[in-house]
């Protein structure tokens, strides 16, 4: 009865999304280490181990790259009927949020089923939003919980 009721005068949930601060230092931190250990293991360097070593770390560069790329701003809208409008780059898409997704007081994890049939995750960190927002976001998930994923198998 009080979900029922709860999710009668829910009001829509707007959280504009920054880039994170704590996102790109994690990645870096990340680059480093990896770079630090690609490094310590070609330690004797010849020619071949001087070329694999290039290769990797170019990669390393490229995947970093492609990860930062990621740290963009988003608006997620959450609507009445449990679904999300999330917006980037003027392109707004319909989603539900999956069961799979993960919230806590540091950072959420949200998972989401696209209407085309795609899958979407967006890693929130506390420097994202507004704290005021994060705090309802939390709530809100609490509150109403995640809607369990319809599947089309049959359960016996």
Same mark, same amino acid.
């Given at each position: 009865? &009080? @979900?029922?009721l709860s999710r009668q005068y829910a009001t829509p949930l707007l959280l504009n999304v920054a880039c994170s601060k704590i996102y790109r ?6 680059? *480093?280490?990896?770079?630090? &250990? =690609?490094? $310590?293991?070609?330690? /004797?360097? %010849? #020619? #071949?181990? &001087?070329?694999?070593?290039?290769? =990797? ?5 490229? *995947?970093?790259? /492609? ?11 959450? !609507?009445?009927? %449990?679904?999300?409008?999330?917006? !980037?780059? %003027? +392109?707004?898409? #319909? ?5 799979? &997704?993960?919230? #806590? /007081?540091?950072?959420? *994890?949200?998972?989401?089923? $696209?209407? !085309?049939? +795609?899958?979407q995750t967006i890693l929130l960190f506390n420097d994202n939003v507004d704290a005021q927002s994060f705090r309802r976001l939390r709530v809100?998930? +609490? *509150? @109403?919980?995640? +809607?369990? !994923? /319809? ?6």
């Amino acid at each position: 009865m &009080s @979900q029922n009721l709860s999710r009668q005068y829910a009001t829509p949930l707007l959280l504009n999304v920054a880039c994170s601060k704590i996102y790109r230092n994690l990645v870096l931190a990340i680059f *480093v280490l990896s770079a630090l &250990s =690609v490094y $310590l293991i070609f330690t /004797s360097f %010849n #020619t #071949t181990s &001087s070329f694999i070593f290039i290769c =990797v770390l170019l990669g390393l560069i490229y *995947v970093t790259y /492609s990860t930062l790329a990621n740290n963009r701003e988003y608006e997620l809208n959450w !609507q009445e009927n %449990n679904y999300w409008l999330i917006t !980037q780059n %003027n +392109k707004c898409e #319909t989603a539900e949020l999956c069961e799979s &997704s993960v919230i #806590t /007081s540091f950072c959420a *994890v949200l998972n989401f089923n $696209l209407k !085309q049939g +795609k899958r979407q995750t967006i890693l929130l960190f506390n420097d994202n939003v507004d704290a005021q927002s994060f705090r309802r976001l939390r709530v809100r998930v +609490k *509150v @109403q919980g995640i +809607k369990p !994923q /319809s599947h089309d198998t049959i359960r016996l």
